[in-house]
């Protein structure tokens, strides 16, 4: 279990430019969550997959914000036209299927728009 | 529709002095609680989890929490507290849309 991981750790970009974060699940674990965490707040859910599928992506702040799993494995969160709001630590996390299954977290990427 | 409230934003306490944070739910169906800590730099990490069955629910680096379902609370608890606790602890609950919805966090910081 090498537990989740995110890359990059930190990125630094200048406003209207797009950016893509990876997130790598635990190997045996289905399901797969992003949440976006601003300073000083929990962390806020965007999305989630099921094995390839994108159950749930309602949350996504706007149409700039998109994710895939094309593999059932990694992800990827794509934000377009970056604007200084979207400035914040993006989280995943993965898990099992079953019922309330907890979820486990990467270490985040975070977003800085100059 | 689920909500979590945590009542303070910032706690200090003295090394090896007791400490409760407060967390306080509202939600529409059966509820299902967690405490995450966060240290700097770093993702959450899962402390415990109230799913059913007994109240007070017993979780990792000797922290603790009881459901009280009449005063909708679930407040975590350590009874002696260490530097290596100071962190970003942040209350959740399980959301019908499999996903967690958290509190706003408390700081819980540890004066040697």
Redesign the interface.
Known sequence: DTG?S?NPRHKITKRGQNVTFRCDPISEHN?L?WYRQTL??????LT?FQNEAQ??KS?LLSDRFSAERPKGSFSTLEIQRTEQGDSAMY?C?SSLIG??Q???????T?LSIL | AQSVTQLDSQVPVFEEAPVELRCNYSSSVSVYLFWYVQYPNQGLQLLLKYLSGSTLVKGINGFEAEFNKSQTSFHLRKPSVHISDTAEYFCAVFSGANNLFFGTGTRLTVIP
Do not use: T
Not at chain 1, 40 to 45: D, I, K, V
Not at chain 1, 102 to 108: K, L, R, T, V, W
């Open positions: 989740v995110q399901r969550y000083g707040q929990g962390p806020e859910f989630y159950l749930e949350r989280l996390a019922p309330y907890p979820q486990h977290f990467g270490d985040g975070r």
